[in-house]
């Protein structure tokens, strides 16, 4: 069964430089998250979008930014990079955004590294 | 704004031993609650789930939880662990409302090692 595609899998990138990470939903599902999770950390919830449109904000840093496109890929972009936004970077799909009973499912994460 | 609580870092547990994991929230209202698994360096899978009805929901591996309203918690079981149980877990929630797009509020996890 097809999953959440995540790319790149690895990216190392300089301080002040920006990134740019992709998420590609389970085909069908209208709703897209973006979740952080620090070394031995618990994920935090940054952004999602519902139909193309933000939908709930989490601890989501300025320096970020996300969208969601016409073919419901999602991507998030970093600017002015810190050494502290190295983390395993997850997106999750969901297939209809109703109440909160419809399960996320997770990609395999992109590991940003901050140099 | 809900919290989730996980009060064990660390659990260590003989192989085909029992298993209790501990998971508290704090919300106004009864959230959904869900259960995932992490292995190292890997994505998050569902457990289980509990939206409403039972509170004794069945998972895949194995694992059942257990809703208990009166103490706010949301135990995940396992009567036999094996090896390759050892993982990360976490508990999480999301507030019952009309927003579906909600993002999960996780707790801290739990680190389960098996000793052979």
């Known amino acids: 069964a097809a999953g959440v595609i995540q790319s790149p899998r690895h990216l190392i990138k300089e301080k002040r430089e920006t990134a740019t990470l992709k998420c590609y939903p389970i085909p069908r599902h209208d709703t897209v998250y973006w979740y952080q999770q620090g070394p031995g950390q618990d994920p935090q919830f940054l952004i999602s979008f519902y139909e193309k449109m933000q939908s709930d904000k989490g601890s989501i840093p300025d320096r970020f930014s996300a969208q969601q496109f016409s073919d419901y890929h999602s991507e998030l972009n970093m600017s002015s990079l810190e050494l502290g936004d190295s983390a395993l970077y997850f997106c999750a799909s969901s297939p209809s955004r109703g109440r909160g009973n419809t399960e996320a499912f997770f990609g395999q994460g992109t590991r940003l590294t901050v140099v | 704004a809900q919290s989730v609580t996980q009060p064990d870092i660390h659990i260590t547990v003989s192989e085909g031993a029992s298993l209790e994991l501990r998971c508290n929230y704090s919300?106004?209202?009864?959230?959904?609650l869900f259960w995932y698994v992490q292995s190292p360096g890997q994505g998050l899978q569902l457990l289980l789930k509990y939206f409403s009805g039972d509170t004794l929901v069945q998972g895949i591996k194995g694992f059942e939880a257990e809703f208990k309203r009166s103490q706010s918690s949301f135990n995940l079981r396992k009567p036999s662990v094996h090896w390759s149980d050892a993982a990360e877990y976490f508990c999480a929630v999301v507030p019952y409302s009309g927003g579906g797009a909600d993002g999960l509020t996780f707790g801290k996890g739990t680190h389960l090692i098996i000793q052979p």
């Open positions: 919300y106004g209202a009864t959230p959904y």
